[in-house]
């Protein structure tokens, strides 16, 4: 399984993020029934952000982000978007996309994507 995230890069505090991520290999399984995405900020910690059920379209967010986020797939169940509003300097870190058997454990990993929040 191969998980590619794009998006992130250099945003201003205030404006909209979108974060993109495509997975493939034996990621039409099942068995994976959980799209999500993680935070990895300055404390080195992996922190849950969102998550999305592929089958039945069921969401869950962090309390630091629910309200201003939205999680969504594809319809192909291949592709998961996380786009969240209003950024804060505490969305700053590395986001992982990630694919797993259930929505707050994951077996697989992308690489990560830096987002960096300016004033």
């Known amino acids: 399984v191969q998980l590619v995230e794009s998006g992130g890069g250099l945003l201003q505090a205030g404006v909209s993020l979108r974060l993109s991520c495509v997975a493939s290999?034996?990621?039409?399984?099942?068995?994976?029934?959980?799209l999500g995405w993680f935070r990895r900020g300055p404390g080195n910690n992996r922190h849950f952000v969102a998550a999305i059920r592929r089958d039945g379209g069921s969401t869950f967010y962090a309390d630091s982000v629910k309200g201003r986020s939205s999680i969504s797939r594809d319809n192909a169940k291949t592709a998961v978007y996380l786009q969240i509003d209003n950024l804060k300097f505490k969305d700053m870190g590395v986001y992982y996309c990630?694919?797993?058997?259930?929505?707050?454990?994951?077996?697989?990993w992308g690489q990560g994507t830096q987002v960096t929040v300016s004033s």
């Open positions: 990630a694919l797993g058997s259930k929505p707050y454990e994951y077996e697989y």
């Open positions: 290999g034996e990621s039409s399984s099942d068995y994976y029934n959980y």
